[in-house]
């Protein structure tokens, strides 16, 4: 099986053909509308990461960068598996990918995601996914006033002098910030 890992920084309509279903499949609910996604590359704050295994889309992922640089972590806002290759090791594998191309070009110091904070088996499945992966999860909850469900935030640390000094709102804060570069019209505004 020949896996194969890219990344990239603009945006193309065919390419984003091929992923959306995968997308649209993983994330019914909370997905961020295509023209977010779209000038969030425009904008040069994300990047879309793409798994592909014997030529066909096996993941897919968009990632950003929290600042400052000297504590630069790598966000990942979205990350799917297709749900027929799930229990590989795949999901694992893609998210080494994305780890070692963020270290590589952006000298990362984390990888923070955040995770639906419910009681059910599949927000457990998720955490004990992500914990599989070398994540640490925080004890803050973070309620979104436009999303019903509570999340918080996981990290895993790359270097050993990193560390989280709170229960993890901070890290909800660089989250929070993420998602509101994303949303922002214009690049003038700051992004």
């Known amino acids: 099986m020949t896996f194969e890992f890219n990344t990239y920084d603009k945006w193309d309509d065919a390419r984003w053909a091929a992923i959306e279903p995968l997308y649209r499949e993983a994330f019914p609910h909370g997905a961020k509308p295509v023209g977010i996604l779209r000038a969030m590359l425009d904008k040069k704050i994300a990047w879309l990461h793409t798994g592909y295994l014997d030529g066909k889309l096996a993941a897919m992922a968009v990632t950003g960068l929290s600042r400052p640089a000297a504590e630069r972590m790598l966000i990942i806002d979205y990350m799917a598996v297709d749900a027929g290759l799930r229990g590989q090791g795949l999901g694992r594998k893609f998210l080494e990918n994305i780890r070692d191309w963020a270290v590589r070009k952006h000298d ?84």
């Open 108 to 191: 990362i110091q984390a990888v923070l995601i955040e995770v639906e904070a419910g009681d059910t088996e599949e927000d457990a499945a998720r955490v004990h996914f992500w914990e599989h992966c070398g994540f640490r999860v925080t004890e803050y909850v973070h309620q979104y006033i436009w999303l019903p469900e509570p999340y918080r935030a996981m990290v895993m640390p790359l270097t050993r002098d990193f560390t989280v000094t709170d229960d993890g709102q901070a890290l909800f804060g660089r989250i929070t910030d993420f998602h509101r570069k994303s949303f922002r019209k214009r690049e003038s505004e700051g992004v």
